[in-house]
Nanobody, 124 residues
Framework: DVQLQASGGGLVQAGGSLRLSCAASGFTFDDSAIGWFRQVPGKGREGVSCINNSDRSIINGESVKGRFTITSDYAKNTVYLQMDNLQPDDTGVYYC?????????????????WGKGTLVTVSS
């Protein structure tokens, strides 16, 4: 079975940092694209960052460029999202998703596998 286990959310003050983890299993990690998305109640889902593990390419959302960094640990089949200089607008439920059909990060919201989210709350 495919599993995507997101963790690392919490409460942090503006300007602080958090690191989210997405532990993946049940598919070929090295051939997959894994992305982080966030959702705020009343708003649509927003793509935050994505890494294509097959070619190491990365796509970041405009609102997080220069602040968030996505990396993959190929030994642990885990993707990390290092979030620095967090702001209240970064508050939301963060989900990791994966796709192994060869579309890379461009599949965006159409990713095949979705995990349960982890809540990030940034206070002002």
């Amino acid at each position: 079975d495919v599993q995507l286990q997101a963790s690392g959310g919490g409460l942090v003050q503006a300007g602080g940092s958090l690191r989210l983890s997405c532990a993946a299993s049940g598919f070929t990690f090295d051939d997959s694209a894994i992305g982080w998305f966030r959702q705020v109640p009343g708003k649509g889902r927003e793509g935050v960052s994505c890494i294509n593990n097959s070619d190491r390419s990365i796509i970041n959302g405009e609102s997080v460029k220069g602040r968030f960094t996505i990396t993959s640990d190929y030994a642990k089949n885990t993707v990390y999202l290092q979030m620095d200089n967090l702001q209240p607008d970064d508050t939301g439920v963060y989900y990791c998703a994966a796709d192994d059909r060869g579309y890379g990060c461009y599949i965006n919201y159409g990713m095949k596998y979705w995990g349960k989210g982890t809540l990030v709350t940034v206070s002002s």
